[in-house]
């Protein structure tokens, strides 16, 4: 099963392809951590990423003939705030801005019996916010 996903302003889009013996759909958001550390490698300081670990916000329950679903009133968290990523390191090296933190969606389809029969692949999505009078364009 195909899914999409979109950003809105402070939410997310999902739709999909339709999957013929589903009697509803469940949609799941989650959060993916990557678990971001630094280190000295080499003697410099170095981002690490962690394994990404995932949890479950949402689940939402859908008919069969509704093959979309939004989530709005989402922070966007795999950016730091926006003056956090303006400022520069030492020698004027911009700063990583990335937390390790995003969005992901996906979707299962139960028949009528209750048996999940197919279920999409995890699709990071990204959330654009107001910042300072104009959308966030960074992903």
């Excluded at 009697?23 to 990404?52: C, F, M, P, S």
């Amino acid at each position: 099963m195909n899914i999409y996903i979109e950003s809105l302003l402070n939410g997310l889009m999902a739709y999909w392809d339709e999957e013929k013996d589903a009697a509803r759909y469940y949609v799941h958001l989650l959060i993916g951590d990557k678990h971001l550390t630094r280190d000295v490698i080499n003697g410099r300081q170095t981002l690490v990423e962690g394994e990404e670990t995932f949890k479950e916000i949402a689940l939402i329950e859908l008919e069969r003939n509704i093959r979309y679903c939004s989530f709005n009133n989402l922070g966007k968290i795999d950016q730091k705030h926006p003056d956090e990523r303006m400022r520069h390191g030492l020698y004027g090296y911009s700063k990583d801005y990335s937390t390790g933190k995003n969005y992901y969606i996906y979707v299962e389809a139960e028949d009528k019996n209750g048996k999940i029969i197919s279920k999409s692949n995890k699709e990071k999505g990204s959330v654009f916010v107001l910042e300072n009078g104009f959308y966030s364009l960074f992903y």
